[in-house]
């Protein structure tokens, strides 16, 4: 079964500072990546997914990830935090996507705080 | 397009009594998943159904259950509620059937059990 680790489960940046979020997934099949948002009282909105194809992937609100095969990561990194950017980020991978249909495994979230 | 509905937003319940959640999808999708989102926990997969089959199911009792209608909307019922499961119950639709397809997620039933 796929899992994902997310290291760090608080960060903290200054604004402007760059935010680097870690991702590291298991899998025995190529897999699918996503990056998740959630702010408050809120459902999950997508930043930005990798299917196939480039590695480095670009999302919405100035968000990127790259996919490295070698290393079983796919960081999400953005080069100016915003105060708005303040949410709970997850990591998820698609369960063999061939077989599983849209099974999400999620990390455990990693609760971004941008100070003034 | 509307995004996906969830109701009720707000529920509360007391130990053994039953309860059901409903999801609309964004129109024109047809896969319907469910997520429990817990402090302890975090994210877990409930079940996911598409086109009104169960087509994977999560590590959860026999308590939860769910159903799909031809409309494609979903509901998810728990029956003899403990208190273990108070949580946030998100719906997610897709398109299609398959992990390649992005999931849109609705903002959640929070559900309380005293």
């Known amino acids: 079964a796929q899992s994902v680790t997310q290291l760090g489960s608080h960060v903290s940046v200054s604004e402007g500072a760059l935010v680097l979020l870690r991702c590291n997934y298991s899998?025995?099949?190529?897999?699918?990546l996503f990056w998740y948002v959630q702010y408050p009282n809120q459902g999950l909105q997508l930043l930005l997914k990798?299917?196939?194809?480039?590695?480095l992937v670009k999302g919405i609100n100035g968000f990127e990830a790259e996919f490295k095969k070698s290393e079983t990561s796919f960081h999400l990194t953005k080069p100016s935090a915003h105060m708005s950017d303040a949410a709970e980020y997850f990591c998820?991978?698609?369960?063999?996507?061939?077989?599983?249909?849209?099974?999400?495994?999620f990390g455990e979230g990693t609760q971004l705080t941008v100070n003034p | 397009k509307a995004g996906v509905t969830q109701t009720p937003r707000y529920l509360i319940k007391t130990r053994g009594q039953q309860v059901t959640l409903s999801c609309s999808p964004i129109?024109?999708?047809?896969?319907v998943s469910w997520y429990q989102q817990t402090p302890g926990q975090g994210l877990q997969f409930l079940f996911e159904?598409?086109?009104?089959?169960?087509?994977n199911k999560g590590n959860f009792p026999g308590r939860f259950s769910g159903r799909q209608f031809s409309n494609s909307r979903s509901e998810m019922n728990v029956s003899t509620l403990e208190l273990g499961d108070s949580a946030l119950y998100l719906c997610?639709?897709?398109?299609?059937?398959?992990?390649?397809?992005?999931?849109?997620f609705g903002p959640g039933t929070r559900l309380t059990v005293l």
């Open positions: 997610a639709s897709s398109l299609e059937w398959g992990g390649r397809n992005e999931q849109f």
């Open positions: 899998s025995s099949v190529p897999p699918y």
């Open positions: 990798y299917t196939t194809g480039a590695t």
């Open positions: 998820a991978v698609s369960d063999d996507p061939l077989t599983s249909g849209s099974r999400l495994t």
């Open positions: 129109s024109g999708h047809r896969s």
């Open positions: 159904y598409f086109s009104e089959t169960q087509r």
